[in-house]
């Protein structure tokens, strides 16, 4: 009996999910404008007819005929036509993971239109998905598989988040693994998992890491956790036990032990007042990067 068994993916919380909501078009006569006000979901739209303006909350640009571009969530923006018979057609979605999928294919709230799309794939899936909408049964499978082609193609076409130069995007990378982090701090996290999490491997995290804060995302982590005993010292009672399990250490030894590493003074000392100056503060360094990159968290 001759068998091959190829596993696609290990873990369901890692992969792209996608939700269509709604599609259409939307023809504009000169200088007319559309404005919206989006919420949780995104738009993809191409324009298919003369040149129009996008205004939003973090990029204007000339959206020209063939190109597409998407709007993201808790995003104000307005579109205005620049000639008599300006065209859109749009897809409204939303899911799990879009972002971080549209940012392997080099897509940001500060950069959101699509680049080198050179056979207007893009464009005429679009098409294809208004004009499937129409047609039942079934044109919600039908749709949603020409809505993850698009996707795929996407990534294939600018995709960024592959290349060993990485600077483009390192902001973005080290702000999203790190609120992962801070998000599961009395966790240890592999680091290879939380690359992986990220459609990346360890050696392409790492990288993220020295461009954008000029040190491994291990040592990061490691005085990030460091710099939160510290205020647990000084503000607290709690034991030392208690706090190296805060802060994701599963035992007290090998918390002291690193703790001593890291600022050259005991726990007790430090508790009693002895000063330790950090490199670097990693919650200002956290803010900063998260400012950086603009990106608006959902409530």
């Given at each position: 009996m001759d068998s091959s068994i190829v596993e696609i993916a290990t873990r369901k919380d890692k992969n792209l999910v996608l939700d269509v909501l709604g599609c259409g078009y939307l023809n504009m006569g000169n200088n007319e404008v559309y404005s919206?006000?989006?919420?949780?979901?995104?738009?993809?739209?191409?324009?298919?007819?003369?040149?129009?303006?996008?205004?939003?909350?973090?990029?204007?640009a000339r959206i020209m005929q063939g190109e597409t571009c998407v709007a993201f969530p808790f995003q104000s923006f307005q579109i205005k036509a620049e000639a008599k018979n300006s065209t859109l057609y749009w897809i409204e979605f939303a899911g799990f993971k879009i972002d971080i999928y549209l940012a392997r294919g080099n897509i940001y709230r500060w950069n959101p239109k699509i680049e080198n799309d050179q056979k207007g794939f893009l464009p005429k899936s679009l098409i294809e998905i208004y004009q499937r909408s129409q047609k039942l049964p079934?044109?919600?499978?039908?749709?949603?598989?020409?809505?993850?082609?698009?996707f795929s193609y996407l990534i294939e076409i600018n995709n960024s988040m592959f290349r060993v130069d990485i600077r483009n995007n390192a902001a973005y990378i080290v702000s999203e693994t790190l609120e992962k982090v801070i998000d599961n701090l009395t966790k240890a996290i592999s680091i290879d998992d939380l690359a992986e999490q990220?459609?990346?491997?360890?050696?392409?995290?790492s990288q993220a890491y020295r461009n954008a804060i000029g040190m491994t995302p291990k040592k990061f982590f490691i005085l990030y956790r460091i710099q939160k005993a510290c205020n647990l010292l000084r503000t607290s009672d709690d034991t030392i036990a208690n706090i190296?399990?805060?802060v994701g250490y599963s035992d007290q030894y090998n918390f002291s032990k690193a703790f001593r590493k890291v600022t050259g003074l005991t726990t007790l000392q430090y508790r009693r007042g002895a000063n330790w100056e950090p490199e670097i503060d990693c919650e200002i360094v956290f803010e900063k990067l998260t400012n950086s990159v603009r990106y608006i968290h959902p409530n």
């Open positions: 919206k006000t989006l919420k949780d979901r995104f738009i993809l739209f191409c324009v298919t007819s003369e040149n129009v303006l996008f205004e939003g909350n973090e990029y204007n079934n044109r919600y499978c039908t749709i949603l598989s020409i809505f993850y082609s698009m990220f459609c990346l491997n360890r050696r392409q995290l190296a399990l805060k």
